[in-house]
């Protein structure tokens, strides 16, 4: 599985994983819409989709079932295992999603970034880090469904 994508200006995108934070930027109050998950799980057909979460509210396991590898990780340096977790991968084939502090090294390291500022905010680290700026978890899937609009928001 692959998402081939070639921006103008700037490189040749071979994505194979996407990986995602799940509270404050898939979820609200720790729910996940519907649609949001429906979108994930669409999008596991052609990008193997990581769950990273500290699974504050111990719902994780069941938001998306086997569409989706969940990955929860422990208390202290959060944001250093988001970081190596995505080096694991290869971050030359990691899109990454998230929208705090501790996402911001993972957002960096990622080929692409993408910040979702939504209904919990986003911090400025984050934001900083990112490539991409969404107002929602929908608009950030909608960039990898949708790969002409992350083409035309990249391109150089």
Do not use: Y
């Not at 990955?71 to 944001?79: F, R």
């Amino acid at each position: 599985m692959a998402l081939r994508l070639d921006i103008p200006g700037w490189r040749a995108l071979a994505l194979e994983h996407l990986v995602l934070d799940l509270n404050g930027t898939l979820a609200h109050d720790g729910v996940v819409a519907s649609a949001v998950r429906q979108a994930v799980l669409g999008l596991s057909e052609i990008l193997t989709c990581h769950l990273l979460t500290a699974d504050t509210f111990g719902t994780a396991a069941t938001i998306f079932g086997q569409g989706v590898n969940l990955h929860v990780i422990g208390p202290g340096d959060e944001a250093g295992q988001k970081l190596a977790f995505v080096r694991r991968l290869g971050a030359d084939s990691v899109a990454a999603i998230g929208n705090g502090a501790n996402d911001a090294p993972m957002l960096l390291a990622a080929v692409v970034g993408v910040c979702v500022v939504g209904p919990e905010g986003a911090s400025g680290q984050a934001v900083r880090a990112a490539d991409v700026i969404t107002t929602g978890p929908l608009e950030a899937l909608g960039l990898f469904a949708r790969p002409d609009r992350l083409r035309a928001t990249l391109r150089r």
